[in-house]
T-cell receptor, first 113, second 114 residues
Framework: TQLLEQSPQFLSIQEGENLTVYCNSS?????LQWYRQEPGEGPVLLVT?????EVKKLKRLTFQFGDARKDSSLHITAAQPGDTGLYLC?????????????FGKGTLLTVNP | KAGVTQTPRYLIKTRGQQVTLSCSPI?????VSWYQQTPGQGLQFLFE???????NKGNFPGRFSGRQFSNSRSEMNVSTLELGDSALYLC?????????????FGNGTRLTVT
Protein backbone atom coordinates (compact mmCIF):
# COMPACT_ATOMS: atom_id res chain seq x y z
CA THR A 1 0.00 0.00 0.00
CA GLN A 2 1.41 3.36 -1.03
CA LEU A 3 1.16 6.04 1.65
CA LEU A 4 1.19 9.76 1.32
CA GLU A 5 2.21 11.51 4.54
CA GLN A 6 1.17 15.07 5.20
CA SER A 7 2.51 17.28 7.98
CA PRO A 8 1.59 18.95 10.14
CA GLN A 9 -1.82 17.44 10.72
CA PHE A 10 -3.11 20.62 12.38
CA LEU A 11 -1.90 24.21 12.13
CA SER A 12 -3.34 27.26 13.88
CA ILE A 13 -1.73 30.60 13.12
CA GLN A 14 -2.42 34.32 13.25
CA GLU A 15 -3.32 36.40 10.23
CA GLY A 16 -0.21 37.66 8.47
CA GLU A 17 2.03 34.72 9.38
CA ASN A 18 3.71 32.43 6.86
CA LEU A 19 3.39 28.65 6.85
CA THR A 20 4.54 25.55 5.00
CA VAL A 21 2.73 22.25 4.61
CA TYR A 22 4.55 19.10 3.52
CA CYS A 23 3.59 16.03 1.55
CA ASN A 24 5.93 13.02 1.41
CA SER A 25 6.00 9.53 0.00
CA SER A 26 8.56 6.77 -0.41
CA UNK A 27 7.33 6.22 -3.98
CA UNK A 28 7.68 8.36 -7.08
CA UNK A 29 4.70 10.35 -8.35
CA UNK A 30 3.90 10.83 -12.00
CA UNK A 31 1.92 13.89 -10.94
CA LEU A 32 0.76 15.51 -7.73
CA GLN A 33 -2.20 17.75 -7.02
CA TRP A 34 -3.09 20.03 -4.12
CA TYR A 35 -6.70 20.57 -3.09
CA ARG A 36 -8.41 22.74 -0.48
CA GLN A 37 -11.59 21.63 1.21
CA GLU A 38 -13.86 23.91 3.22
CA PRO A 39 -16.45 22.65 5.73
CA GLY A 40 -19.51 21.15 4.07
CA GLU A 41 -17.94 21.17 0.62
CA GLY A 42 -15.92 18.90 -1.59
CA PRO A 43 -12.21 19.47 -2.28
CA VAL A 44 -11.32 22.06 -4.90
CA LEU A 45 -8.17 21.77 -7.00
CA LEU A 46 -5.48 24.39 -6.39
CA VAL A 47 -2.64 23.17 -8.58
CA THR A 48 -1.12 20.20 -10.41
CA UNK A 49 2.64 19.66 -10.55
CA UNK A 50 4.23 17.21 -12.93
CA UNK A 51 7.93 17.97 -13.39
CA UNK A 52 10.56 17.32 -10.70
CA UNK A 53 11.78 20.62 -9.23
CA GLU A 54 8.74 22.47 -10.55
CA VAL A 55 7.58 25.58 -8.68
CA LYS A 56 4.14 27.07 -9.22
CA LYS A 57 2.71 30.21 -7.70
CA LEU A 58 -0.93 31.03 -7.14
CA LYS A 59 -1.13 34.50 -5.60
CA ARG A 60 0.21 34.02 -2.05
CA LEU A 61 0.52 30.24 -2.43
CA THR A 62 3.75 28.65 -3.68
CA PHE A 63 3.85 24.97 -4.58
CA GLN A 64 7.05 23.02 -5.02
CA PHE A 65 7.58 19.51 -6.39
CA GLY A 66 10.69 17.71 -5.20
CA ASP A 67 13.46 16.92 -7.66
CA ALA A 68 12.91 13.19 -7.17
CA ARG A 69 9.12 13.59 -7.45
CA LYS A 70 8.57 11.96 -4.05
CA ASP A 71 7.63 15.05 -2.08
CA SER A 72 5.93 18.39 -2.36
CA SER A 73 5.36 21.49 -0.28
CA LEU A 74 2.82 24.27 -0.10
CA HIS A 75 3.94 27.63 1.28
CA ILE A 76 1.46 30.36 2.13
CA THR A 77 2.71 33.90 2.61
CA ALA A 78 0.86 36.36 4.84
CA ALA A 79 -1.98 33.97 5.62
CA GLN A 80 -5.52 35.33 5.76
CA PRO A 81 -8.65 33.98 7.49
CA GLY A 82 -9.97 33.05 4.05
CA ASP A 83 -7.12 30.54 3.74
CA THR A 84 -8.68 28.45 6.51
CA GLY A 85 -9.49 24.94 5.36
CA LEU A 86 -8.25 21.39 4.91
CA TYR A 87 -5.32 21.18 2.51
CA LEU A 88 -4.96 17.85 0.76
CA CYS A 89 -2.22 16.55 -1.44
CA UNK A 90 -3.02 13.76 -3.88
CA UNK A 91 -0.68 11.78 -6.06
CA UNK A 92 -0.76 9.51 -9.05
CA UNK A 93 2.06 7.03 -8.63
CA UNK A 94 4.51 6.41 -11.43
CA UNK A 95 3.71 3.01 -12.87
CA UNK A 96 0.41 2.91 -11.06
CA UNK A 97 -3.15 3.39 -12.20
CA UNK A 98 -4.00 6.42 -14.27
CA UNK A 99 -7.50 6.36 -12.88
CA UNK A 100 -7.07 6.85 -9.14
CA UNK A 101 -5.45 9.36 -6.86
CA UNK A 102 -3.97 8.54 -3.47
CA PHE A 103 -4.75 11.27 -0.97
CA GLY A 104 -2.90 12.32 2.14
CA LYS A 105 -4.94 12.77 5.31
CA GLY A 106 -4.64 16.52 5.03
CA THR A 107 -3.49 19.52 7.02
CA LEU A 108 -6.25 21.41 8.80
CA LEU A 109 -5.28 25.07 8.74
CA THR A 110 -6.94 27.71 10.90
CA VAL A 111 -5.98 31.34 10.37
CA ASN A 112 -7.14 33.54 13.22
CA PRO A 113 -7.91 37.21 12.59
CA LYS B 1 -21.89 24.84 -16.33
CA ALA B 2 -23.43 23.00 -13.40
CA GLY B 3 -21.01 21.32 -11.03
CA VAL B 4 -21.05 17.78 -9.72
CA THR B 5 -24.30 17.07 -7.92
CA GLN B 6 -24.63 14.47 -5.20
CA THR B 7 -27.88 13.37 -3.61
CA PRO B 8 -28.94 13.12 -0.93
CA ARG B 9 -26.76 15.46 1.17
CA TYR B 10 -27.50 13.63 4.40
CA LEU B 11 -28.61 10.10 5.23
CA ILE B 12 -29.23 8.32 8.49
CA LYS B 13 -29.47 4.55 8.32
CA THR B 14 -29.50 1.64 10.74
CA ARG B 15 -26.98 -1.18 10.85
CA GLY B 16 -27.87 -3.94 8.43
CA GLN B 17 -29.74 -1.69 6.01
CA GLN B 18 -28.55 -0.81 2.56
CA VAL B 19 -28.15 2.59 0.93
CA THR B 20 -27.82 4.02 -2.58
CA LEU B 21 -26.06 7.31 -3.27
CA SER B 22 -26.30 9.22 -6.52
CA CYS B 23 -23.85 11.39 -8.44
CA SER B 24 -24.43 13.51 -11.55
CA PRO B 25 -21.13 14.57 -13.12
CA ILE B 26 -20.36 17.77 -14.96
CA UNK B 27 -21.88 17.65 -18.42
CA UNK B 28 -19.45 16.01 -20.84
CA UNK B 29 -17.38 14.31 -18.15
CA UNK B 30 -17.33 10.56 -18.65
CA UNK B 31 -15.15 9.56 -15.71
CA VAL B 32 -16.69 9.35 -12.24
CA SER B 33 -14.76 8.39 -9.10
CA TRP B 34 -16.01 7.73 -5.60
CA TYR B 35 -14.11 8.39 -2.37
CA GLN B 36 -14.89 7.77 1.27
CA GLN B 37 -13.72 10.47 3.70
CA THR B 38 -13.38 9.86 7.44
CA PRO B 39 -11.42 11.83 10.06
CA GLY B 40 -9.18 8.87 10.79
CA GLN B 41 -8.42 7.61 7.30
CA GLY B 42 -8.83 10.70 5.14
CA LEU B 43 -9.99 10.22 1.55
CA GLN B 44 -9.91 6.64 0.38
CA PHE B 45 -10.56 5.59 -3.20
CA LEU B 46 -13.58 3.35 -3.73
CA PHE B 47 -13.87 2.94 -7.51
CA GLU B 48 -13.79 4.72 -10.84
CA UNK B 49 -16.09 4.37 -13.83
CA UNK B 50 -15.67 5.46 -17.42
CA UNK B 51 -18.28 4.89 -20.10
CA UNK B 52 -20.21 2.49 -17.84
CA UNK B 53 -17.10 0.35 -17.13
CA UNK B 54 -15.37 0.05 -13.78
CA UNK B 55 -11.70 0.62 -14.50
CA ASN B 56 -10.29 0.61 -11.00
CA LYS B 57 -11.39 -0.47 -7.54
CA GLY B 58 -10.03 0.35 -4.11
CA ASN B 59 -9.58 -1.94 -1.13
CA PHE B 60 -13.13 -2.02 0.14
CA PRO B 61 -15.28 -5.08 0.84
CA GLY B 62 -17.77 -6.37 -1.69
CA ARG B 63 -20.58 -4.65 0.22
CA PHE B 64 -19.53 -1.52 -1.64
CA SER B 65 -20.57 -1.51 -5.26
CA GLY B 66 -21.26 1.00 -7.97
CA ARG B 67 -22.44 1.48 -11.48
CA GLN B 68 -22.54 4.09 -14.16
CA PHE B 69 -25.32 4.78 -16.60
CA SER B 70 -25.12 5.73 -20.27
CA ASN B 71 -25.61 9.40 -19.38
CA SER B 72 -22.52 9.16 -17.09
CA ARG B 73 -24.56 9.49 -13.91
CA SER B 74 -23.31 7.10 -11.27
CA GLU B 75 -24.64 5.39 -8.19
CA MET B 76 -22.91 3.62 -5.37
CA ASN B 77 -24.54 1.08 -3.12
CA VAL B 78 -23.54 -0.10 0.32
CA SER B 79 -25.28 -3.22 1.60
CA THR B 80 -25.47 -4.56 5.15
CA LEU B 81 -24.37 -1.27 6.66
CA GLU B 82 -21.93 -1.24 9.55
CA LEU B 83 -21.24 1.52 12.06
CA GLY B 84 -17.81 2.02 10.46
CA ASP B 85 -19.43 2.97 7.17
CA SER B 86 -20.38 6.33 8.65
CA ALA B 87 -18.50 8.82 6.51
CA LEU B 88 -18.67 11.54 3.92
CA TYR B 89 -18.94 9.95 0.48
CA LEU B 90 -17.53 12.12 -2.27
CA CYS B 91 -18.02 11.77 -5.97
CA UNK B 92 -15.71 13.43 -8.51
CA UNK B 93 -15.88 13.77 -12.26
CA UNK B 94 -13.03 14.24 -14.64
CA UNK B 95 -12.91 15.58 -18.18
CA UNK B 96 -9.80 13.84 -19.46
CA UNK B 97 -10.47 10.37 -18.15
CA UNK B 98 -7.16 10.06 -16.31
CA UNK B 99 -5.71 11.60 -13.15
CA UNK B 100 -3.73 14.04 -15.32
CA UNK B 101 -6.95 16.02 -15.51
CA UNK B 102 -8.25 17.63 -12.32
CA UNK B 103 -11.02 16.03 -10.32
CA UNK B 104 -14.17 18.09 -9.80
CA PHE B 105 -15.80 17.04 -6.55
CA GLY B 106 -19.38 17.26 -5.42
CA ASN B 107 -20.22 18.37 -1.89
CA GLY B 108 -20.71 14.81 -0.76
CA THR B 109 -23.31 12.69 0.98
CA ARG B 110 -22.93 12.50 4.75
CA LEU B 111 -23.93 8.98 5.80
CA THR B 112 -24.54 8.20 9.45
CA VAL B 113 -25.10 4.60 10.48
CA THR B 114 -26.68 4.04 13.89
Amino acid sequence: TQLLEQSPQFLSIQEGENLTVYCNSSSVFSSLQWYRQEPGEGPVLLVTVVTGGEVKKLKRLTFQFGDARKDSSLHITAAQPGDTGLYLCAGAYSGGSNYKLTFGKGTLLTVNP
Amino acid sequence: KAGVTQTPRYLIKTRGQQVTLSCSPISGHRSVSWYQQTPGQGLQFLFEYFSETQRNKGNFPGRFSGRQFSNSRSEMNVSTLELGDSALYLCASNAGGTVNSPLHFGNGTRLTVT
